[in-house]
């Protein structure tokens, strides 16, 4: 079918699913008009990898065009002045924005419900949260909205509402995506990935998006390889280790015996299977927490009611202004994050807290750099629990921050994580696989996945 058909399509599952799930924050007005241009382009002979595909972006990565708000009310009327690397390499393959998805409000958030509006629905249970932080893209896929999807992950942001939605999400190695025109939670932690309805699509979404950029200066150089060639490659020399720390008692058991049984299905192809130990996985929530909202502080320090939108209207002098701005503009959690990052960074507390995070960040690092020489990849659970009903964690930040547990560790040591569906459980919602591998290594992953799915 041609690409207005196909975005007609999903224009009208957008709208039809508006009311309940709440997915998306714009929807890009000029879409019709790009899949006839992309229609007249495949007339032409014209081949790319995703031409006339359409493509949900989380709303904080920049779209000329449209709104870049990052669910907040301080940047609800923002319009991105340029594209993100991302997004110009999405244009560049043929791929239509179709829309700007929600967000747990700049990225801070494992539900969704810290968006300002459209707080998502998870499509399986609308009772129930999407998981987030970016749990608009992830719906979306869920839900039909859109094929394929971006969002960002900083510390399970992509992996996270993957999993509660039954989606794939792979958050790539620190660096190899560009994070231009992404903006910025904890930009030490923060990469942009796929969420898709499979293994491939991750890999051909990658294709596109993965690669040195100068205008990012953590951007690395590194020899790209074509993502899908690693699908369907024999997995029976794999070496899988299982880390015994995060198979704890209190987990849903039955999440911890779908992924097992999924890792037997890797060894009745050959590969071999052991039980190896992260032994500081215990402080990763701690260490992360001191970190993120460290980095945040500083990084959201630019939403002075001056430089971007939303400025108060009543003010009578400077500093009133910006307390009032940022008051009225940020909602509680994001407060909270720039109070504690701003507490952790002061002078009398910085050695006990923030430099001593940086110190248990490269242990955490070594427990993996260690692992990955005894096996080629690590399989855990995605998340301790399914879905969540929304509303019943909201009330208790640390019972939120818990959320993350098995998917922070990945983002502090900078390796490639990603989760795959892995059957239901007994109230028929997604369970997720998580895979993770070393530096660079997304092809051991996504080979793995693909046996998986
Ligand atoms: N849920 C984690 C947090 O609230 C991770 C968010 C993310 O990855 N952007 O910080």
């Known amino acids: 079918s041609s690409s207005e058909q196909l975005v007609q399509q999903y224009l009208q599952t957008i709208e039809q699913n ?20 992309a229609d007249h382009r495949r007339s032409l002979g014209e081949k790319l990898p ?4 359409p493509v ?7 779209t000329e065009g449209m709104r870049t708000t990052c669910s907040s009310r301080i940047l609800e009327n923002y319009d991105s002045i340029y594209d993100a690397t991302v997004t110009s390499r999405l244009r560049e393959a043929g791929a239509i924005i ?14 969704n419900q810290t968006a300002h509006k459209q707080k998502t629905r998870n499509p399986w249970d609308p009772s129930r949260v999407p998981g987030g932080s970016s749990g608009g893209s992830a719906a979306a896929v869920a839900a039909g909205c859109a094929p394929v999807a971006l969002g960002s992950d900083t510390g399970g942001s992509i992996r996270q509402p993957a999993a509660f939605c039954g989606v794939v999400g792979l958050k790539p190695t620190y660096g190899s995506v560009s994070r231009y025109g992404l903006v910025a939670f904890a930009s030490s932690l923060d990469q942009i990935g796929p969420l898709t309805n499979n293994v491939e699509d991750a890999a051909t979404m990658l294709n596109v998006i ?7 200066s953590t951007s690395v150089s590194f020899q790209k390889p074509d993502y899908t060639s690693f699908l369907g490659q024999d997995v029976s020399s794999l070496k899988i280790g299982l880390p015994r720390e995060y198979f704890i008692e209190g987990m849903d058991p039955t999440i911890r015996q779908q992924v097992l049984e999924s890792v037997e299905h890797l060894k009745a192809q050959g ?16 260490t992360y927490y001191i970190i993120a909202t460290a980095e945040a502080s500083s990084n959201l320090a630019r939403y002075d009611g001056v430089r971007y939108t939303q400025r108060t209207s009543e ?35 910085y050695d006990a ?3 001593k995070a940086q110190k248990v960040r490269t242990l955490i690092a070594r427990d993996f750099a260690q692992a990955f020489q005894q096996v080629d990849l690590i399989i855990t659970p995605t998340t301790p629990t399914t879905a969540f009903v929304s509303g019943t964690k909201s009330n208790n930040p640390l019972d939120m921050y818990l959320e993350d547990i098995f998917t922070l560790s990945c983002n502090l040591a900078g390796i490639p994580g990603m989760s795959i569906p892995c059957g239901k459980d007994a109230d028929g919602l997604p369970i997720g696989l998580q895979l993770y591998a070393p530096h660079f290594e997304e092809g051991t992953m996504l080979k793995a996945a693909a046996v998986l799915e």
């Not at 929807?27 to 241009?37: F, H, K, T």
């Not at 993965?210 to 990012?216: E, I, K, Q, V, Y």
């Not at 590969?271 to 701690?286: E, F, K, M, N």
């Not at 701005?325 to 507390?349: D, N």
């Open 98 to 111: 179709i829309g700007k998805t929600s967000m747990d409000e700049f990225a801070m958030g494992s539900s």
């Open 50 to 53: 995703l031409l006339g595909i």
């Open 315 to 349: 003010a009578s002098d400077l500093t009133e202004m910006y307390v009032k701005s940022r008051s009225e503009g940020f909602g509680a959690e994001v407060k909270r994050r720039i109070m504690l990052g701003t507490y952790v960074l002061s002078s009398g507390y």
């Open 353 to 355: 807290y923030y430099r």
């Open 18 to 37: 508006d009311d309940q799930l709440h997915i998306f924050n714009q929807v890009n007005p000029a879409a019709l008009e790009e899949a006839r241009q």
């Open 271 to 286: 590969a071999t299977v052991q039980d190896i130990s992260l032994p500081h996985t215990d402080y990763a929530v701690a």
């Open 56 to 62: 949900a972006v989380k709303d904080n990565i920049s």
């Open 210 to 216: 993965a690669g040195h950029d100068s205008r990012d």
